[in-house]
């Protein structure tokens, strides 16, 4: 039986497992080609760490960042479909119970949020 999601290392090992499938994504890797990865793992452990255990560790506007990216990129349905699929595919792998369903049903929520906002307002455009 896989362990629920506990702590900060659990939270960075499944952030950690998630990008380097995206990494090796043909959809998803030209999206962070030019990430300066320390700095976004860190931000992306204290984005999960506080939706998970509710820490007060992120302070961004990750909506704000996604419509600058999505301004900048083309960001299509298929580019969340297959990052939701990627993100879940990596809980699965790794844990099982209440938080690791409150990242995966956060996930989705988000993603369909940027989803609607993001595609749509590009549609209208
Ligand atoms: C196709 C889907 C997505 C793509 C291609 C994508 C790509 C990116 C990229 C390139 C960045 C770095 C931006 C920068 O530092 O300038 C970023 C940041 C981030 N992403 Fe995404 N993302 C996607 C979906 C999501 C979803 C669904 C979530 C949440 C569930 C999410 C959460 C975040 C967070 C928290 C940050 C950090 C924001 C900050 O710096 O404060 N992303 N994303």
């Not at 950690?16 to 890797?29: A, G, I, R």
């Amino acid at each position: 039986m896989k362990k629920d999601i506990t702590c900060r290392a659990d939270i960075e090992l499944l952030i950690n497992t998630f990008y380097e499938k995206v990494k090796k994504d043909n959809l998803l890797s030209q999206f962070f080609e030019k990430i300066k990865w320390d700095r976004h793992l860190n931000i992306m452990y204290d984005f999960w760490e506080n939706i998970i255990f509710q820490t007060g560790s992120y302070v961004g506007n990750p909506m704000n960042i996604h419509e600058k990216l999505a301004g900048k990129m083309q960001l299509n349905k298929n580019d969340f479909k297959r990052w939701i699929k990627l993100f879940l595919k990596s809980i699965d792998e790794l844990f099982e119970g209440t938080n690791a369903d409150l990242a995966r049903n956060r996930a989705i929520s988000i993603a369909s949020v940027m989803q609607n906002k993001f595609i749509a307002a590009k549609k209208k455009a």
